[in-house]
């Protein structure tokens, strides 16, 4: 799995920087701009990621001449000539499917990374983000004993005292 701490200069990732997004099964990406495409990076594996092309194994020797040393090209982002006046294309590509599958989207900033994208795709900038935090379920267990207590003093002792203090009250003015 290749995680991602650093983030190219872009619309999508800009508000990613601190955050970590992972993605499972990555392929790295070789790209080159066309006539008609312009190819902006978004980000890389790190420093000590290694490509293979020997996936029938689970060993992998770091010294093949064969395998590719990183940092590896893992997602871009681009725009199109449609041909159209004022009309451009865009396109994302990340070189794994998985990061955004139900299992893997609410890894640390998977979801934002793939909002961030769609609201680019949509040319919809303004909604770009980082999005709050779900709130955590913090239920409480109490046993039987403890919740009768709670019924008790907040059903009968406490409109007891609100009820004695204002005879008390009353009391003291008559």
Do not use: C
Request: aromatic share 8%.
């Amino acid at each position: 799995m290749a995680l991602v701490t650093t983030y190219d200069a872009h619309a999508i990732v800009n508000d990613l920087k601190g955050r970590v997004t992972g993605f499972p099964l990555a392929r790295s990406l070789d790209t080159k701009n066309g006539d008609k495409t312009r190819i902006q990076k978004l980000f890389s594996s790190s420093d000590s990621s290694l490509a293979t092309t020997k996936l029938n194994t689970p060993e992998i020797d770091p010294n093949d001449p064969k395998n590719s040393k990183g940092p590896l090209l893992i997602a871009i982002a681009g725009t199109y000539n449609t041909g159209k006046e004022n009309s451009q294309g865009r396109f994302v590509v990340v070189g794994s499917s998985s990061w955004a599958a139900n299992s893997f989207i609410g890894f640390n900033g998977n979801r934002d990374l793939a909002l961030n994208a769609a609201n680019w795709l949509a040319s919809d900038e303004d909604l770009i983000s980082i999005r709050p935090k779900e709130p955590e379920d913090r239920r409480i267990t109490l046993t039987k004993a403890q919740m009768n207590w709670i019924r008790i003093t907040s059903q009968f002792l406490l409109p007891l005292l609100v009820v004695l203090g204002g005879v008390r009250v009353w009391w003291r003015r008559r």
